[in-house]
């Protein structure tokens, strides 16, 4: 079946330790997203990506880091310069066209310790 | 950057009641998508809107897209526990592709007997 995968589901990080969030999809989608989402809050743009490395800042980008070397995987790591890492993250993946929807991944929720 | 004001943030509306949440843009809307999530959970698409004056119906949620006011409003009719969760829109932030797509603020709907 063809989708989106996150992983892990759950992720505990000590305080000033870097951490990588997994986000896989074999839809063969270009474009690839990263957001954050804070509890009875929206979602925040961190890092887009709309072709295999090539990557650009969203709303959000300070404290975090992506890379795009293969179309099936962008992965989000957040550095210890993110002040307050503790947050659900969702990845989504989209073909590069207006009207197309993007499918998300089921999320990673990260604590810091 | 776009920015995609959501109201009401949260709404409490008994069953067999019928609801509606707005949608507005601080920028030009070339289209516009509607998810819900489940607390905790990635976002499940609804509907994709790109014409003004478009609407489009699914069992009982209905979604409309006013260019002109930079706004979409989506109604649902006679509400069920099923319909409860977190209610997000999202649009692209340009016409020239993909590019940039980020979400409102969400708003929580919560259903009561």
């Known amino acids: 079946d063809g989708g989106i995968t996150q992983s892990p589901k759950y992720l505990f990080r000590k305080e000033g330790q870097n951490v990588t969030l997994s986000c896989e999809q074999n839809l063969n989608h270009d474009a690839m997203y990263w957001y954050r989402q804070d509890p009875g809050q929206g979602l925040r743009l961190i890092y887009y990506?709309?072709?295999?490395?090539?990557?650009q800042k969203g709303d959000i980008a300070e404290g975090y880091s992506v890379s795009r070397e293969k179309k099936e995987s962008f992965p989000l790591t957040v550095t210890s310069a993110q002040k307050n890492p503790t947050a659900f993250y969702l990845c989504?993946?989209?073909?590069?066209?207006?009207?197309?929807?993007?499918?998300f991944g089921q999320g990673t929720r990260l604590t810091v310790v | 950057s776009q920015e995609l004001e959501q109201s009401p943030q949260s709404l409490i509306v008994q069953e067999g009641k019928n609801l509606t949440i707005n949608c507005t843009s601080s920028k030009t809307l070339y289209g516009l998508y509607w998810y819900k999530q489940k607390y905790g959970e990635g976002l499940i698409f609804l509907m994709m809107?790109?014409?003004?004056?478009e609407e489009k119906s699914h069992e009982k949620i209905t979604a409309k897209l006013d260019e002109k006011k930079q706004q979409s409003s989506l109604h649902i009719t006679a509400s069920q526990p099923s319909h409860a969760g977190i209610y997000l829109c999202?649009?692209?932030?340009?016409?020239?592709?993909?590019?940039?797509?980020?979400f409102g603020t969400g708003t929580r709907l919560t259903i009561i007997p």
């Open positions: 990506s709309q072709i295999v490395n090539d990557f």
């Open positions: 809107l790109q014409k003004g004056g």
């Open positions: 989504a993946s989209s073909i590069p066209l207006r009207n197309t929807e993007a499918f």
């Open positions: 999202g649009a692209h932030q340009s016409n020239f592709g993909n590019e940039k797509l980020t």
